[in-house]
């Protein structure tokens, strides 16, 4: 066995490399970090090769002095941290002093600096593990990076790169990362002499250019929140913008912040997913099981959010020193995080959506309902049940007692669907609520409504089972749901297994609102059901709680099972299909609605309603054109 001796500090630096500098986006993160840490507030990136022929990255920060450019491309010399109090509570992007030292081990490196004070920029150069004399160079105030032919001298390295577009692609993203956490700083990235992003920040109201910048103030979350929703909108889409909320919530030094997506905006996949803890990208179980949970029933199947959020918490609470990259951190109290995020998106979400205008853009979710493809053929001819007399019913609703004579009076002696001739007794906007009231009934499966934007098409099934699914969960939020007694138990034939559950799990069942009790060795009756839940499906309802109190025991069933099999007894409680509804009816499924948390969203994730506006319709029919 050969003898135990230490490693060249270049292999050692060669080794470190293939940890830190996997490919050019990693070195590109590293040097972006620096130069956020730097204070810059301008930042270009110049890529060619997909950044493996040339990486460039040139800053407006406070530069190195001359003095401390060797050792920047030293192994373990940074001046981030002194201590390991200053570890446990490292505030700046980057600490390991390493990431600029691996690449000068596996490229060309030129690092040019000039501070504030200097008359001039100086210079130096490595590769290979040997330096250069620092040396005075032309160059602004601020840093430029310059990374050339990464792992030229390990040819086995640099094959397990991928295809130019590929490596472009992962700088890009990387790009994308950085610029999303710093909205108040103004970026620019070429490839090959060809711009790819510009991105101004709006956030200050002076910006100096490159070659008079001053070492900039500290920026403020406030500052940040300002200029995010242009950055978002510049770098996700302008669709990603409209169908997005909100996120703010502060408590115990904890502070959210951000956009995160209505469930009508969602992915196939999770490329558009962004979090920040204190300004540092990270993927996070914890954090990614608190966000799937606060989605959980509101979206369809595997489709996954979209969101920019920012934590901002103290830096004694959280462990950046995970992970070579810095892209996973441990938290103190995971759990602690783990509940201030589901609580705030959860409660961001269940604004009821009917006060959320952008959720009802009809072209957002005609696109989401496109690429979900829900094709919605109709398997039958369609009918229209219309409302009796609707203006009347609408008059009668809303005109004083004395007036309604005359509204109905109005009414008849109007011609058929002459709106002009009932204008003046149809509710003004300040009386019309969002979703507004109930024309017709559309193959026995839409409810067709008039509000102020125009049209509003409402699935009526998927929308009662989510009132009722709502309803269910707040009963057993409060310990139990309501119980009905039935004047005439229904019975059923049952397996041994179910009727040996029923007894066993009698006080479980009588939380969900079931009396359910053997009424021989082969019938259960139930007794009794949620008092919201419809008889006509005793049975049903019934099957499916026992089934569940089999597979998984009443302790599951109560906690975490407990949404699922809520939903399913919503669905049997709904309208159903072909179902005829009356006026009164469907408006009160509206009222409802505009009162029901994640009313927007079925128990499955599709959506309940469409809004089409009065300027969609006349485009569809070519009015004013």
């Given at each position: 066995m050969p003898a135990i001796q230490l490693l060249p500090d270049l292999l050692i630096s060669q080794i470190a490399a293939g940890e830190v500098i996997e490919r050019p986006a990693a070195a590109l993160k590293e040097?972006?970090?620096?130069?956020?840490?730097?204070?810059?507030?301008?930042?270009?990136?110049?890529?060619?090769g997909g950044g493996v022929k040339l990486l460039r990255v040139r800053d407006n920060g406070s530069g190195i002095a001359p003095d401390e450019l060797p050792f920047a491309l030293m192994r373990h010399a940074t001046s981030k941290i002194t201590s390991l109090a200053d570890l446990q509570r490292v505030?700046?992007?980057?600490?390991?002093?390493?990431?600029?030292?691996?690449?000068?081990?596996?490229?060309?490196?030129?690092?040019?600096?000039?501070?504030?004070?200097?008359?001039?920029?100086?210079?130096?150069?490595?590769?290979d593990g040997t330096q250069s004399e620092v040396t005075p160079a032309a160059h602004a105030q601020g840093t430029s990076v310059e990374i050339r032919e990464l792992y030229f001298n390990t040819p086995a390295r640099r094959k397990f790169l991928k295809s130019e577009a590929t490596e472009l692609a992962y700088c890009e993203e990387t790009f994308k990362r950085i610029a999303l956490s710093r909205p108040d700083v103004t970026f620019s990235m070429q490839h090959n002499n060809r711009i790819m992003w510009q991105l101004p920040t709006l956030s200050r109201?002076?910006?100096?250019?490159?070659?008079?910048?001053?070492?900039?103030?500290?920026?403020?979350?406030?500052?940040?929140?300002?200029?995010?929703?242009?950055r978002i909108e510049a770098m996700l889409s302008k669709e990603f913008a409209q169908s997005a909320v909100p996120v703010s919530r502060k408590t115990a030094g904890l502070h959210l912040y951000g956009m995160a997506s209505l469930p009508a905006y969602s992915k196939t996949s999770r490329e558009a997913q962004y979090f920040f803890v204190n300004g540092r990208f990270i993927r996070d179980k914890v954090i990614a099981h608190a966000i799937r949970q606060a989605y959980q029933d509101i979206l369809h199947h595997q489709r996954h959010p979209a969101f920019v959020l920012f934590l901002d918490m103290p830096?004694?609470?959280?462990?950046?020193?995970?992970?070579?990259?810095?892209?996973?951190?441990?938290?103190?109290?995971?759990?602690?995080?783990?509940?201030?995020?589901?609580?705030?998106?959860?409660?961001?979400?269940?604004?009821?959506?009917?006060?959320?205008?952008?959720?009802?853009?009809?072209?957002?979710?005609?696109?989401?309902?496109?690429?979900?493809?829900?094709?919605?053929?109709?398997?039958?001819?369609?009918?229209?049940?219309?409302?009796?007399?609707?203006?009347v019913f609408y008059d009668a609703l809303f005109e004083k007692k004395e007036n309604r004579g005359e509204a109905e009076e109005k009414f008849n002696d109007a011609p058929f669907l002459n709106t002009q001739s009932h204008s003046q007794s149809f509710p003004?906007?300040?009386?019309?609520?969002?979703?507004?009231?109930?024309?017709?009934?559309?193959?026995?499966?839409?409810?067709?409504?008039?509000?102020v934007h125009g049209l509003v098409v409402v699935d009526m099934h998927a929308a009662h089972e989510r009132i009722v699914y709502e309803?269910?969960?707040?009963?057993?939020?409060?310990?139990?749901?309501?119980?009905?007694?039935?004047?005439?138990?229904?019975?059923?034939?049952?397996?041994?297994?179910?009727?040996?559950?029923?007894?066993?799990?009698?006080?479980?069942?009588?939380?969900?609102?079931?009396?359910?009790?053997?009424?021989?060795?082969?019938?259960?009756?139930?007794?009794?059901?949620?008092?919201?839940?419809?008889?006509?499906?005793?049975?049903?309802?019934?099957r499916d709680v026992l089934h569940e109190m089999r597979e998984y025991g009443a302790t599951r069933v109560l906690t975490e099972r407990r949404n699922e099999l809520l939903s399913t007894l919503a669905c049997h409680s709904a309208v159903r299909a072909n179902q005829t509804l009356t006026v009164?009816?469907?408006?009160?499924?509206?009222?409802?609605?505009?009162?029901?948390?994640?009313?927007?969203?079925?128990?499955?994730?599709?959506?309940?309603?469409?809004?089409?506006?009065?300027?969609?319709?006349?485009?569809?029919?070519?009015?004013g054109k």
């Open positions: 040097i972006l970090e620096n130069s956020l840490d730097a204070g810059a507030t301008e930042i270009i990136v110049q890529l060619e505030a700046s992007m980057g600490f390991r002093g390493e990431a600029l030292a691996s690449m000068a081990a596996v490229a060309q490196v030129t690092l040019t600096s000039r501070k504030t004070d200097s008359p001039h920029a100086w210079q130096i150069q490595s590769g109201s002076s910006h100096s250019s490159l070659t008079s910048i001053s070492q900039p103030p500290e920026i403020s979350w406030e500052e940040k929140a300002d200029a995010l929703p242009k830096p004694e609470l959280v462990d950046v020193n995970v992970h070579p990259a810095k892209s996973e951190v441990r938290f103190r109290e995971s759990q602690a995080i783990h509940q201030f995020v589901f609580h705030t998106l959860q409660q961001v979400l269940s604004t009821p959506v009917a006060l959320t205008e952008n959720a009802s853009d009809l072209s957002n979710q005609l696109a989401q309902v496109s690429s979900m493809q829900q094709t919605m053929s109709i398997q039958q001819p369609m009918q229209l049940h219309m409302a009796s007399q609707p203006l003004s906007e300040t009386e019309i609520p969002p979703l507004g009231f109930a024309l017709a009934q559309l193959s026995g499966i839409y409810i067709l409504a008039q509000n309803r269910l969960k707040t009963a057993l939020d409060r310990q139990q749901i309501p119980m009905q007694p039935l004047l005439i138990p229904v019975s059923f034939a049952a397996e041994a297994l179910d009727i040996a559950t029923a007894e066993e799990e009698h006080a479980a069942m009588a939380q969900l609102g079931f009396d359910i009790a053997p009424l021989s060795p082969t019938t259960l009756a139930v007794r009794a059901m949620p008092a919201m839940l419809k008889q006509i499906h005793a049975e049903a309802a019934a009164p009816e469907m408006n009160n499924i509206l009222r409802e609605m505009e009162r029901t948390e994640r009313s927007g969203q079925c128990n499955h994730g599709r959506p309940t309603w469409f809004q089409m506006s009065i300027a969609e319709l006349d485009t569809l029919f070519m009015r």
